[in-house]
Antibody
Framework: EVQLVESGGGLVQPGGPLRLSCAAS????????MNWVRQAPGKGLQWVAI????????LYVDSVEGRFTISRDNARNSLYLQMDSLRAEDTAVYFC??????????WGQGTLVSVSP | EIVLTQSPGTLSLSPGERATLSCTAS???????LAWYQHKPGQAPRLLID???DRATGIPDRFSGSGSGTDFTLTISRLDPEDSAVYYC?????????FGQGTKVEVK
């Protein structure tokens, strides 16, 4: 059974850092593109970043480029999102998801990030 | 950036009725790499349709996708109360990947 479990969310002050993790199981992790997608309170889904199976290609939405870094450790079947210089507008539930291509075939339950003084 | 516009914003229907959801792209989506997801509050989103018309594994055949180029449709025939959710389209062909704003379907 495919499982994605996010962790690392919490309350952080504006300008601060936070690192999210996503533990994957039940599939050949290294073969899959992995995404981070977020949902701000009362809003829709927004794609944040994607990384290729071997880590050789990374893409970001403009609003996080230069502040967020997506990475993965295929030996640990884990996906990460390092978030720096956080802003109030980064407050959201962050989901990790994965697929053979860029389509998100399966998803985690999400972890809440709150950016507030 | 490709902008996806979904309509209607909300759809209120009765069990057994048919729902037709629209997703229009601001430019052609290469290879029709358009996906549809179902999202219920507090749950993980679920992939329904990939590449405009390919039903994902385990998805009932009541869900079907169609369209090409810039105009795409998700049809839910024979609505069930468990289909109450927000439905999103997403283009998976061009970076940045983008979602539509969602269509809320209420079945009661």
């Amino acid at each position: 059974e495919v499982q994605l479990v996010e962790s690392g969310g919490g309350l952080v002050q504006p300008g601060g850092p936070l690192r999210l993790s996503c533990a994957a199981s039940g599939f050949t992790f290294r073969s899959y593109w992995m995404n981070w997608v977020r949902q701000a309170p009362g809003k829709g889904l927004q794609w944040v970043a994607i990384i290729k199976g071997d880590g050789s290609q990374k893409l970001y939405v403009d609003s996080v480029e230069g502040r967020f870094t997506i990475s993965r450790d295929n030996a640990r079947n884990s996906l990460y999102l390092q978030m720096d210089s956080l802003r109030a507008e980064d407050t959201a539930v962050y989901f990790c998801s994965g697929g053979i291509g860029w389509t998100a075939l399966f998803w985690g339950q999400g972890t809440l990030v709150s950016v507030s003084p | 950036e490709i902008v996806l516009t979904q309509s209607p914003g909300t759809l209120s229907l009765s069990p057994g009725e048919r729902a037709t959801l629209s997703c229009t792209a601001s430019q052609t989506i290469t290879n029709n790499y358009l996906a549809w997801y179902q999202h219920k509050p507090g749950q993980a989103p679920r992939l329904l349709i990939d590449s405009a018309s390919d039903r994902a594994t385990g998805i009932p055949d009541r869900f079907s996708g169609s369209g090409s180029g810039t105009d795409f449709t998700l049809t839910i025939s024979r609505l069930d109360p468990e289909d109450s959710a927000v439905y999103y389209c997403q283009q998976c062909a061009h970076s940045p990947l983008t979602f539509g704003q969602g269509t809320k379907v209420e079945v009661k």
